[in-house]
């Protein structure tokens, strides 16, 4: 069974910045696409940024410039460096992976998420 687990969230006041982690664990044979998700109360969760195993990103238009996705296969391991934090980023954030498993057969896994606060 493969394991996501997101890490790095927490209280910060407006213009500052967090780290966020997401380890996966188990056993597998490659992590294709790995992204990070939000969901605000009341809100739909949305796609904030996703990296493709070959290091091709992609990013929600409210974080582009502010917002870093980045991953190391080596430590099957993906960061979401986001800086300049407003109110509006103020959500339970979720990381998900494309994993091939040892029988190559593909599968989607979900982390439990990390809440992120931001104060104004």
């Known amino acids: 069974q493969v394991q996501l687990v997101e890490s790095g969230g927490g209280l910060v006041q407006a213009g500052g910045s967090l780290r966020l982690s997401c380890a996966a664990s188990?056993?597998?044979?490659?992590?294709?696409?790995m992204g990070w998700y939000r969901q605000a109360p009341g809100e739909e969760r949305e796609l904030v940024a996703a990296?493709?195993?070959?290091?091709?990103?992609n990013y929600a238009t409210s974080v582009k410039g502010r917002f870093t996705i980045s991953r190391d296969n080596a430590k099957n391991t993906m960061y979401l460096q986001m800086n300049s934090l407003q109110p509006e980023d103020t959500a339970v954030y979720y990381c998900?992976?494309?994993?091939?498993?040892?029988?190559?057969?593909?599968?989607?896994?979900w982390g439990q998420g990390t809440q992120v606060t931001v104060s104004s």
């Open positions: 998900n992976a494309d994993v091939i498993s040892l029988r190559y057969n593909p599968s989607r896994y």
């Open positions: 188990g056993r597998f044979s490659s992590i294709n696409r």
């Open positions: 990296i493709t195993s070959g290091d091709s990103t």
